[in-house]
């Protein structure tokens, strides 16, 4: 029991930390984040910082697979709750914006992948990429099933996570507007997805 508390304290500790630092990185950038910023933030001191991380570069790249995960289970939650294709991209978007703007957010800006190592680089990159094949497949069962027009599915997909991706950039905490991005953007991003009524 007490080996089982020990990882549960150091997974909620690790999360805060890349809370934090999704913070400190989608405000400030890589290369005007230091660790110290991070460690300041949650009042911890840089020993205690870097019993979770290695050195920044690290961080980042634990912070980008956090996001992906993310994006992982929203994805995975609007497929499994929508009847179809139009109801698995609404969901889909509706539950990454609510991580987006909740209580889990902020989630890092995937806008550094350049600044990481090789391996991390390329891992964040095959991430990335089938995350957005994931997309672009719901969006082609949508049109195949008729309840989403015909379209290029990887421009349209580009255009409709890219929006959700970068919400952390002009988002910083206020509930008032978290609460009308999550009931407005979900039918704002799918306006266009739906079929002309004939």
Request: proline letters at 3%.
């Amino acid at each position: 029991m007490a080996r089982v508390a020990d990882e549960t304290r150091f997974e909620a500790q690790r999360h805060r930390i890349l809370k934090a630092a999704a913070t400190c990185f989608n405000q400030k950038g890589f290369s005007g984040t230091s660790l110290k910023d991070v460690s300041r933030q949650l009042g911890l001191t840089d020993a205690a910082l870097y019993y979770y991380v290695k050195n920044k570069e690290e961080l980042v790249y634990q912070c980008y697979l956090r996001a992906a995960e993310l994006g992982r289970e929203a994805m995975e939650r609007g497929i499994n709750d929508g009847a179809n294709g139009f109801e698995k991209a609404y969901l889909y978007i509706a539950y990454h914006v609510e991580i987006m703007v909740g209580k889990r957010g902020p989630v890092a800006i995937m806008s550094e992948i350049p600044t990481l190592k090789r391996s991390h680089r390329n891992e964040i990159l095959a991430v990335s990429r089938r995350h957005s094949t994931g997309f672009e497949e719901i969006l082609e069962s949508g049109i195949d099933d008729g309840s989403i027009i015909s379209c290029d599915v990887r421009m349209t997909g580009n255009a409709i996570m890219g929006s959700i991706n970068w919400i952390p950039k002009w988002f910083h905490g206020n509930a008032k507007m978290a609460k009308q991005i999550v009931r407005e953007f979900p039918d704002i991003l799918t306006a266009g997805l739906k079929p002309t009524a004939t």
